[in-house]
Structure formats: structure tokens, C-alpha cells
């Protein structure tokens, strides 16, 4: 883990950085440029979305140095969804993932949520696992019909 690492909210100016991240991070498991570009939609971060109340997005620092981002979609009340957690591929294995989605079930839980659900890349079910989650089912990818990814959930105690 980096010592001076520090995760804070997004800008909206940082988007298309963020976007890119996100494909850095994906390529890092191998995937072809055409199924990155078919994935380049659904892995975007839109400064749109930074407004909304039922969407976050928080982005790890290290330095002057963007190393990694995730995002919340708020579902229903209680249930919330991870959108995303990327992270530069020169620092994947080193903590960063495991802090930001420390700092989200964290932040979560002082909410008062119920569960975290993730859709996450088969890459990352270990991690996943890891991390407390417990793989639910499946779900068809928004990009490529007939891929399906891991569905996970992360149950929170409630009160």
C-alpha cells in the first residue's frame, strides 16, 4: 500500500482522465483493443453523472498522482451498486483496490446500507472474494451480449 495515498471526491474536469483509467485498467488482464473499444461506453465516467444525487465517485491519490477511482450508484434505499473501481495498472496488487473499496463499504456502512452489489470482471473475483463479497449470480455485460459477468454482494449489519 502507498503511505501517502488519500482518496477524495471527483472532479468533473477529470472525466476523460478517469475514462482512461479505467481502460489502462481493464487492458492490464489482457483484453484485446476491440473488446476494449466495445467496453469504452460503459466503463466512461460522464461529468454529467457528478451531479447526480444518486451517483459518487471518489478517486485515489498518491502525491500529485491519480492512482486509482471508484464509483456508487445509489439503487434503492439501502442498496447501492459499485459502478466502478479501477486502478493504473503499475499499482494493481499494491492496495490501492483494497483501500478504495475499503473507503466505499465503509462510507456505506455509516449510511445505514444494507448491501453493495458488484458486477465485476472476472479478473477480479478473487478480489472480490477477498473482500467479504459473496458471488450471487450472473449478469449479461452492457457491452458484449452474451458475456456474463460474476454478480457479488456485500451484506452490511444493520442495527
Request: aromatic share 10%; charged share 25%; hydrophobic share 40%.
Amino acid at each position: 500500500m502507498l503511505a501517502s495515498m488519500s482518496i477524495r471526491e471527483a472532479c468533473r474536469g477529470e472525466c476523460g482522465f478517469l475514462s482512461a483509467l479505467a481502460l489502462r485498467s481493464k487492458a492490464h488482464w489482457g483484453y484485446s483493443r476491440e473488446f476494449l473499444d466495445s467496453c469504452r461506453d460503459e466503463l466512461g465516467v460522464e461529468a454529467s453523472r457528478l451531479c447526480e444525487d444518486d451517483y459518487q465517485c471518489f478517486v485515489a491519490d498518491s502525491g500529485a498522482e491519480t492512482i486509482g477511482f471508484y464509483a456508487l450508484q445509489t439503487l434503492s434505499v439501502g442498496t447501492y451498486e459499485l459502478e466502478a473501481l479501477f486502478v493504473e495498472p503499475k499499482h494493481i496488487g499494491c492496495g490501492v483496490g483494497r483501500s478504495l473499496l475499503r473507503h466505499a463499504t465503509e462510507g456505506l456502512s455509516r449510511l445505514g446500507a444494507s448491501r453493495l452489489i458488484i458486477q465485476g470482471d472476472p479478473n477480479a473475483s478473487r478480489f472480490y472474494r477477498a473482500a467479504g463479497a459473496v458471488q450471487v449470480g450472473e449478469r449479461e455485460s452492457g457491452s458484449i451480449p452474451g458475456r456474463f459477468l460474476p454478480l457479488f454482494e456485500i451484506e452490511f449489519a444493520t442495527a
